[in-house]
Nanobody, 123 residues
C-alpha cells in the first residue's frame, strides 16, 4: 500500500510556471507507475500525464503535451509535474495516483490516490 500527498498548487499567471510534487510513503513506491489527473468543477477527472516505475517512459494527454513534464525521483519517493505557461483551461484540482497496472492513461487502472491540490491559472 502507498499513501500519496500532493503539494505545490496555487495561483499562476499567464507565462508563469508551477511544479507540483507528490510524495509517496512506503518502500515499494518505486514499483508503481505514477499518474497525474485533474478535475475541473462540473467535469470528470481526466488523465494528464503518467510515468513508468523506472521513469523510462512517459505519457501525456494531448492537451498538455509540450507544456507539462512528468518526472520522478525514486530515491525521494516523489513524482513531479512541471507546468509551463499554464492556461486558464488548466485550472483544476490535480491528483497524483499510483498503479501496478499497465494501462497508465486510464483512471480505472489506479488503486491509490492523493487528496489533490488546487491549481488556478489566470490569463
Amino acid at each position: 500500500q502507498v499513501q500519496l500527498v500532493e503539494s505545490g498548487g496555487g495561483l499562476v499567471q499567464a507565462g508563469g510556471s508551477l511544479r507540483l510534487s507528490c510524495a509517496g510513503s512506503g518502500r515499494t513506491f518505486s514499483l508503481y507507475a505514477m499518474g497525474w489527473f485533474r478535475q475541473a468543477p462540473g467535469k470528470e477527472r481526466e488523465f494528464v500525464a503518467a510515468i513508468t516505475w523506472s521513469g523510462g517512459r512517459t505519457y501525456y494527454a494531448d492537451s498538455v503535451k509540450g507544456r507539462f513534464t512528468i518526472s520522478r525521483d525514486n530515491a525521494k519517493n516523489t513524482v513531479y509535474l512541471q507546468m509551463i505557461s499554464p492556461k486558464p483551461e488548466d485550472t483544476a484540482v490535480y491528483y497524483c495516483a499510483a498503479t501496478t497496472r499497465i494501462r497508465v492513461t486510464r483512471r480505472e487502472s489506479y488503486d491509490y490516490w492523493g487528496q489533490g491540490t488546487q491549481v488556478t491559472a489566470s490569463s
